[in-house]
């Protein structure tokens, strides 16, 4: 397995009467089913230009504690990928800060039986602590789905590809000129454990409030038409 300490993310603020509403995703919750950044909406592939070029269509899920990846299903476009294609569908894990380029766990299936529309594959229980990438590959034969109907700040997608020494850095950025961006065809059915942190809450750069237990928080004693920045951080048991 790896491991990760991610930051509390998708922090948003609602603005009241010199006060700010603040909440961010709960990194104490726990579960299981698919994780699902798209919105079904699949308009476009996204495909290599160099016919021995290897892409990589990566998608992170962001945990503070342990999970157990059981399947994974992709979005097969059968229209535009009627050629049967070999694909690698691997996780991989954390090196500090940031998304390895080493897997940890992968299998291989081919698109001959996939229907349109998703295909689940079963995977050995990938367990891991902390965040990672799913991704899985594609070339100038087979496209990539990509949902561009959800918005670029929001998504979770990566593009890698393998090179002479292997695979490179994970690119938030799908396209150097911004002519796409989405999430990719990628679900995972995933079990989820509670992280057990507390959270500690930053206004301008100086802590307001620590130890919290809650993912939400109001700030108070503002001064009504003035810019505040907020920060949210997680302390970890160990």
């Not at 010199?18 to 726990?30: G, K, T």
């Amino acid at each position: 397995s790896g491991g990760s300490y991610p930051a509390p993310g998708d922090l948003v603020g609602t603005a009241g009467d010199s006060s700010a509403d603040l909440a961010w995703s709960d990194m104490n919750a726990a579960g299981s089913g698919y994780v699902i950044y798209d919105n079904n909406n699949f308009g476009n592939i996204i495909s290599m230009t160099n016919e021995e070029a290897e892409g990589w269509a990566g998608s992170s899920f962001e945990f503070g504690g342990a999970s157990t990846v059981s399947a994974v299903s992709i979005y097969h476009d059968a229209a535009n990928n009627a050629i049967p294609y070999d694909m690698q569908i691997c996780l991989f894990g954390t090196l500090g800060s940031l998304y390895s380029s080493d897997a940890v766990g992968c299998v291989e299936v081919n698109t001959e039986s996939w229907v349109d529309g998703w295909n689940e594959v079963a995977v050995e229980n990938w367990d891991m602590n902390g965040s990672y990438i799913i991704g899985h590959t594609f070339s100038n034969l087979y496209g990539a789905s990509l949902d561009e109907s959800v918005s670029f700040t929001d998504n979770h997608s990566y593009f890698n590809f393998t090179g002479s020494s292997g695979l490179g850095a994970w690119d938030p950025q799908l396209s150097s000129d911004g002519s796409f961006e989405g999430e990719w065809g990628i679900r995972a059915n995933i079990s989820y454990e509670s992280a057990g942190v507390t959270y500690n809450v930053y206004q301008d750069g100086v802590g307001i409030a620590s130890g919290l237990q809650v993912s939400e928080f109001t700030a108070s004693g503002l001064e009504n038409n003035s810019t505040y920045t907020f920060a949210v951080s997680a302390t970890y048991p160990d």
